[in-house]
Every structure is written in C-alpha cells, then in structure tokens.
C-alpha cells in the first residue's frame, strides 16, 4: 500500500504565494507519474499539474506561468510552488500517485485547504 502525505495549504492575500509538499510512503516500486489536482465548491475536480517519472511536465492554461511542479526522487517528494494566487484559486488540493505497474493503481492523499482572499 501507498500513503500521500499532503502539507503546505493555508490561507493567503491575492498576489501571494504557497508551496504544496506530498510525500509518498509505502509498497512504492515503480512510479508513472504525480500529480496536483484541486477541487473548488460546487465544481468537479480538475487536473493542477503533473510530473512523469521522466521529468515531463503538463499544466492546465489557468496555472500555466504561475505554478511549478518539482519533485525530489531521493525523498519520494512531489511540490507544487504556487505564485501569484488568485481567488479563483481556492480549492482543495489532492496528490495523485500513478504506479507504473499492471492495472496503473492510483493513489490519493488526503487534501489540503488552499484559500485565496482577495
């Protein structure tokens, strides 16, 4: 089994800036890909940002040229700076761990509030 373990999140002006950690434990054998997803009231949840275990990078247009997806192997860490925060970026933030194995398991941490003042 595989644990996320999310931090980071808090409560910041308009124009500010946050940085998200996610550290996997566990059965990790073999990682595809991990991600940032964030889920605001009353909408569905979408796709932040992602990082393969090649190092490609993929971002949504609204994040694009304010977020950064990093990742620290040796810690089995992924981050995701944030700047420049806006209202509209207020949300809650799920890691997502993709295993590079039969059946792709996922695997989710368990969120973390980001609010955005304006």
């Known amino acids: 089994q595989v644990q996320l373990v999310e931090s980071g999140g808090g409560l910041v002006q308009a124009g500010g800036s946050l940085r998200l950690s996610c550290a996997a434990s566990?059965?990790?054998?073999?990682?595809?890909?991990m991600g940032w997803y964030r889920q605001a009231p009353g909408k569905q949840r979408e796709l932040v940002a992602t990082?393969?275990?090649?190092?490609?990078?993929d971002y949504s247009d609204f994040v694009k040229g304010r977020f950064t997806i990093s990742r620290d192997n040796a810690k089995n860490t992924v981050y995701l700076q944030m700047n420049n925060l806006k209202p509209e970026d207020t949300a809650v933030y799920y890691c997502?761990?993709?295993?590079?194995?039969?059946?792709?398991?996922?695997?989710w941490g368990q969120g973390t509030q980001v609010t955005v003042s304006s």
């Open positions: 566990g059965s990790i054998f073999s990682i595809n890909a």
């Open positions: 990082i393969s275990s090649g190092g490609r990078t």
């Open positions: 997502r761990l993709s295993m590079e194995t039969l059946f792709r398991p996922e695997y």
